[in-house]
């Protein structure tokens, strides 16, 4: 089992993947956000309440899944790297930092966007927008980590240990600011039950989220492989890699 | 004192820094009543074999054994069983001779400040004891240093550059006090550019890049 | 029901930009991603290069 | 022959204070920051001290945070510059027993300084006497939890340059649930109403950090050692 774990991870394997499955990716990628696209901008019926603003729900909320998911993708990655020590698993983390961290740069801007004509101001200490911007914060400091080391490898595994200390916090940030904010009852905000929606709504947000995964997924094959040239030794591969 | 038979003995071990390929596959085995005297030209890696024979560093490849065990299953034993004297002499400035040696040895065994005082005129240093390790020369506080090695009555020595700043007198010091040491069992590996002129069994270990 | 739709029902301001910025963030990904890994790709080649030109 | 653990703990929190006290400009610099930084705040607000009394809880935090946070960068440093670190990381004693010395004592010197010096800074807000309580009780918990959370900092930064700055980026995000729950207590000790559900969320962050964070902080010192 561990042999075929370690083959799994062994760079020419993953670069070889990664090369193979990232136009496939981008393909599906550009299907699923044009379906959504298409369906969420022209066809879907304008909110009851908001109008036609819901529509950047579109973008919002599958950038705010992301940045999570890629931060939980990051520090997976990192957890496996440092305790098996496994050299992809840091090619992968530091692969997920920036696209992650341009997601939550998406979530905040569109989020503040959304803000302005629902709740009248751009920004409100609203619980999800206050964790989405501590994550921006612990991806950053995450990426000048790894970068302000001068050995690769000591920055890798410090920026991993961060982004396992900082997967732990999260959760406790999220809670924590939603305490706070029942306890300031501050700006009225305006939810969008999702399991309320109509299926002419839904079915767009779920196809742009996917697309976002698939988005993800591509640029991220894309990152994996500089990543790995940038880790490798054994150039016996690497030849044979570059050259297409 | 205890000395078991089998030594310390590391094997094949690669450490990169970056994409330098700095140990490529060093190996040697030495035993009690051996000294390992480590040479090489700057930047082949002399301190950083030092660092992974301690412990300090995990090499990428490779082992590190002592009594036959791996020194990361057994770390804290070993490193109780270890003195280790860096390139720089690892003194706080602020504190005493004497206090220094008590924070470190102190960690390792109990002892008095008469062991410690001893450990110092050893080296010629007892007059220093009571004064801050800010005011102490470079000489000095190498011989400061010599003394918790000395005093931390390790069966294993990791000397860098021990004759670094030492006058000539210092240096015949340094070789009395290996000697001494691997004539009771002990085991060293000193890295130096000198040579160590020693009448006991010395190996060399010679890197190069 | 072309301008009714770029109107946005009067919120075209917000979502216009909204989606701009979306496309904007998609692009600097796929921009910088095929940067680093041509960046990638050229050291890993003159790594290789240096090496065979010690190794003769 | 051997040192146990706890007299190794001893040893190692009786060298980190006679460091500290030999030090003494060290010790007081950051308090010096707390007390100013706190008195700036209104002279920069202009305010009555009524109204003082509705930002003064936010303040105090965050100059708390801010002033740890200043002496946290030494924690590991200055012992990784001499090399002392490394002794004491080959002295045979487990890593984690070190680390658990040297942070306890930095929050005794620092922590718990600040906590003593808090009712000057209190008064100086506009805070009411019958709040001092838990606004100490509050600061001693935060201030712990944040010399830990710092300790992991530390640790990871300890080699690097610009490594301070680096410090507050990776460490100021995780004390926000600290900064939140801690002005909330303080907050609410004022109005006199129940302080009871800022402190147990105080206390519990307390201890869950000061359970998880010495292995975190260990991890990162055997990374940066290497």
């Not at chain 4, 609410?188 to 975190?216: K, N």
């Amino acid at each position: 089992m561990w042999t075929w774990f370690y083959k799994l991870a062994s760079p020419p394997y993953v670069y070889g993947v990664a090369a193979a499955l990232r136009l496939w990716l981008f393909g599906a990628a550009a299907l699923a956000m044009g379906y959504g696209l298409i369906a969420g901008l022209a066809i879907a019926p304008p909110d009851y309440q908001q109008g036609d603003a819901f529509r950047m729900i579109y973008v919002h909320v599958p950038g705010a899944i992301l940045s999570l998911t890629v931060y939980t993708v990051m520090a997976a990655a990192s957890a496996v790297a440092l305790i098996w020590r496994i050299k992809v698993g840091h090619a992968v983390a530091a692969a997920s930092a920036p696209i992650g961290a341009s997601f939550a740069i998406l979530a905040l801007v569109t989020g503040s966007l959304w803000g302005k004509p629902m709740w009248g101001t751009y920004w409100a200490w609203d619980p999800r927008l206050t964790s989405e911007l501590i994550l921006l914060f612990l991806y950053v400091g995450v990426m000048s980590l790894r970068s302000a080391f001068e050995d690769p490898l000591r920055g890798d595994r410090a920026a991993a240990l961060l982004a396992v200390v900082g997967v732990v916090n999260v959760p406790i940030v999220h809670f924590s600011v939603v305490w706070w904010n029942s306890l300031h009852q501050g700006a009225t905000i305006v939810r969008i039950g999702a399991p309320k929606m109509p299926g002419s709504m839904l079915w767009p947000l779920l196809s742009m989220w996917l697309g976002f995964m698939l988005f993800f997924g591509a640029v991220l094959c894309m990152r994996l492989q500089a990543e790995v040239l940038n880790r490798e030794r054994q150039a016996s591969w690497v030849r044979e890699a570059i050259k297409s | 004192m205890n000395f078991a038979s089998d030594g310390l003995e590391f094997e094949k071990v690669h450490v990169w820094r970056g994409d330098r390929h700095v140990l490529q596959g060093i190996s040697a085995h030495v035993r009690p009543r051996e000294l390992l005297h480590i040479s090489g030209a700057n930047g082949t890696g002399k301190t950083t074999l030092l660092r992974v024979v301690s412990g300090l560093l995990r090499p990428e490849q490779g082992s590190v054994t002592w009594l036959g065990q791996s020194i990361t299953s057994s770390r804290t034993e070993y490193q109780a069983a270890l003195a280790y004297a860096s390139h720089e002499p690892a003194l706080k400035s602020d504190l005493t001779a004497i206090e220094n040696l008590r924070f470190a040895v102190g960690l390792k065994r109990r002892v008095t400040p008469k062991d410690l005082l001893a450990a110092l005129d050893r080296t010629g240093v007892a007059a220093c004891a009571e004064l801050p390790a800010r005011v102490l020369s470079a000489g000095q506080r190498r011989r400061v240093s010599l003394a918790r090695v000395l005093a931390m009555r390790a069966s294993i020595w990791l000397l860098d550059e021990p004759h670094a700043n030492l006058d000539a007198e210092g240096s015949e010091l340094v070789s009395e006090l290996l000697q001494a040491h691997v004539q009771e069992g002990g085991l060293a590996l000193v890295v130096a550019h000198r040579d160590l002129a020693l009448s006991c069994p010395v190996r060399r270990l010679e890197l190069n890049s | 029901m072309t301008n009714e739709f770029w109107s946005m029902g009067g919120y075209a301001r917000y979502v216009w930009p909204c989606y701009g910025i979306a496309g904007a963030v998609l692009a600097w990904n796929l921009w910088a991603a095929g940067r680093y890994l041509a960046a990638a790709k050229l050291r890993a080649a003159r790594a290789l290069a240096m090496a065979s030109s010690e190794a003769r | 022959m051997t040192v146990g653990a706890w007299e190794a703990f001893l040893l190692v929190l009786h060298r980190e204070l006679c460091l500290s006290f030999r030090r003494p400009e060290q010790l007081f610099q950051p308090l010096v920051f707390f007390l100013i930084v706190t008195t700036l705040f209104p002279l920069g607000l202009s305010l009555q001290l009524s109204a003082l009394r509705d930002i003064a809880p936010g303040v105090l935090w965050v100059a708390a945070l801010l002033s740890s946070l200043l002496s946290l960068d030494s924690l590991f440093k200055s012992d990784a510059d001499d090399g002392t670190l490394e002794q004491l990381a080959l002295s045979g004693q487990g890593l984690t027993l070190i680390v658990v010395a040297k942070t306890g004592a930095h929050w005794l010197v620092t922590g718990l300084a600040l906590v003593i010096v808090s009712p000057i800074v209190a008064i100086a807000l506009g805070i009411p006497t019958s709040a001092f309580a838990i606004m100490m009780l509050s600061l001693a918990l935060g201030t712990l939890t944040l010399s830990w959370l710092g300790a992991i900092g530390a640790g990871l930064t300890i080699g690097l340059r610009r490594g301070n700055v680096l410090l507050s980026l990776i460490v100021l995000p995780l004390a926000t649930p600290l900064l939140i729950f801690g002005a909330a207590a303080t907050d609410r000790a004022i109005s006199g109403t129940s302080t009871a559900g800022a402190m147990y969320f105080l206390a519990a962050l307390c201890v869950f950090t000061c359970t998880l964070a010495p292995w975190a902080a260990t991890a990162a010192l055997r990374i940066t050692l290497e």
